[in-house]
């Protein structure tokens, strides 16, 4: 049978479309990684991860530009936590569980408030786990990974703020899947996230990273009647209590109190201090420092200087 030159043509146009979208697609592949990299100096940080939707990438090394205009710069080890000189012959660990602001967004390392402490308990080994976007439910994950270290005399140090009211509900952020707890008959199921082709795309691709949070649904900001996150927390606090092993303590600093909680639903984060043995309101730690937050609201080095302040009076006892 002899193909006929008409029907050739359709097939010529459609190699000719494919092949244009292939070099535009690798076009702005190329551009989104030098723009990424050389003018807003953010390369890829996260990984997929089955337990808790993403982690920080391992080994990972980048300069990036912080809300004030400031390079600071990442580091970060075999564990994806930022690389910091800690003593071979610490006895005690420290186990923090937190987002951006445990991670240190925003400011060099030596700024950051664990690494501060340090120099005020020299026989601390500090795990720090925070990692940017995670609410408390991904941070539960984490401590499920970790809790078999920790003995009688060590710490688990929960930093809880007015952004986990809202991660807790979303079962997708900026592009990734996370975990949730599914409300059935009454109860609160806990579900793993749903990582697809489209996350792994996005590991490597940054047209795949872009294109995602154009298509994500719709983010869930609104807290009119805050009672879903609330129980969601405090049955994630209450997790955590449990399931630390004896004589570990287990230290709960929240914020968000002064300036969403009581003015929006006339309610207080001390409402989850139950759930822990010593607990920190960062909002009294804050209220004499104007320069504690940068512009974006993540803590300034002085917002980390005076948690560290507020953390080693508690860790000394």
Known sequence: MVEHPQMRMPL?????????????????????????RYVTKRDYLFRSDAQT?????PNFRATRINAAGEEWNIRTDHNGQR????SPRARRRILILGDSLSFGEGIEIKDRFD?????????????????MGYGTDQEYVVFQNWRHLLESGDTVLIVLNQSDYFDVLRRRYFGRAKPYFEKIDGSYVFRPPSIGL????????????????FVEPTTLESLDDP??????????????????????????AHQGSREFLEPKL????????QFADVCIDLDDVFSADPARLLPDGHWSASGHAAVARALVKVLRE
């Open 115 to 131: 690494v501060r402490m340090l120099s005020s308990l020299p026989d601390v080994r500090v795990i720090n786990t925070g990692t």
């Open 12 to 36: 010529r146009w459609t190699a000719l479309f494919l092949g244009l979208m292939a070099v535009a697609l690798l076009a702005a592949e190329v551009a989104l990684r030098l723009y990424a």
């Open 266 to 273: 006339g309610l207080s984060s001390t409402m989850f201090c």
């Open 198 to 213: 489209w996350e792994r795309w996005s590991d490597w691709s940054r047209v795949a990273s872009v294109v995602a949070r």
């Open 83 to 86: 690389l910091i000189a800690q």
């Open 53 to 57: 939707g993403w982690s920080n990438a």
């Open 227 to 252: 009672s879903q996150s609330i129980e969601i927390i405090r049955l994630l606090l209450g997790r955590i209590r449990e399931e630390a092993a004896q004589g570990v303590r287990v230290v709960l």
